[in-house]
């Protein structure tokens, strides 16, 4: 496979972003570990130590998830030469390569992404189980990360291997 060198380049970029974020989300989820999941009752008499890590955690899920899906997906298909459509076209490619378990996977990540990137505090059952959903699937979103990497390696790309501090 011939690659485009100048997508390849930007692909190094935005590979970049997304190890550094991907290594501050495993430090995020690992330190929820003995707080989550969360009941509505935690969330209303918790400390303000944890509503810190909580933000810390919403914060690097979305950009985890934001990175991966506006940036990498696709400067991976135009480094190999592929121009992606439309974000449908750029996930049905990533679920070929075997990135992403689906397509419609993906869409449901993004959707717990939006639910709980938002702070309502007169919904706080919404935001428990948005935050406890999250928390569920942040590794799931930390091993796509991995499976671009994979990905990369076995098409002769090389990307440096993202630090997990969940995999240590």
Same mark, same amino acid.
């Given at each position: 496979?011939?690659?485009n060198?100048?997508y390849?380049?930007?692909?190094l970029q935005?590979?970049s972003q997304?190890?550094?974020t991907a290594?501050?989300?495993a430090?995020?989820v ?15 008499n918790t ?7 909580l933000?810390a955690?919403?914060? *690097?899920?979305?950009?985890l &998830?934001?990175?991966?899906? @506006?940036?990498?997906? =696709?400067? %991976?298909?135009l480094s190999e ?9 750029t996930?049905n *490619?990533?679920?070929?390569? &075997?990135i992403?378990?689906? @397509?419609?996977?993906? =869409?449901? %990540? ?9 702070d309502y505090p ?9 935050i ?10 930390l091993?796509?990360?991995?499976n671009?990497?994979?990905?990369c390696?076995?098409?002769n ?7 997990r501090a969940?995999?240590?």
């Amino acid at each position: 496979m011939t690659l485009n060198a100048s997508y390849l380049k930007l692909l190094l970029q935005n590979w970049s972003q997304t190890c550094r974020t991907a290594k501050r989300l495993a430090i995020s989820v690992n330190r929820l570990a003995e707080r989550l999941p969360l009941s509505i009752d935690d969330l209303q008499n918790t400390d303000e130590e944890l509503f810190e890590k909580l933000d810390a955690f919403r914060v *690097r899920f979305g950009d985890l &998830q934001d990175s991966l899906g @506006a940036k990498v997906f =696709r400067s %991976l298909l135009l480094s190999e030469d592929e121009e992606p459509i439309n974000m449908a076209d750029t996930l049905n *490619r990533m679920e070929k390569r &075997q990135i992403i378990q689906s @397509a419609e996977h993906w =869409r449901t %990540l993004r959707e717990i992404r939006n639910a709980f990137a938002h702070d309502y505090p007169e919904a706080e059952a919404e935001r428990v189980n948005a935050i406890n959903l999250a928390w569920k699937v942040a590794p799931e979103l930390l091993d796509i990360a991995d499976n671009i990497y994979h990905y990369c390696q076995r098409q002769n790309i090389n990307l440096p291997e993202i630090e997990r501090a969940d995999k240590q």
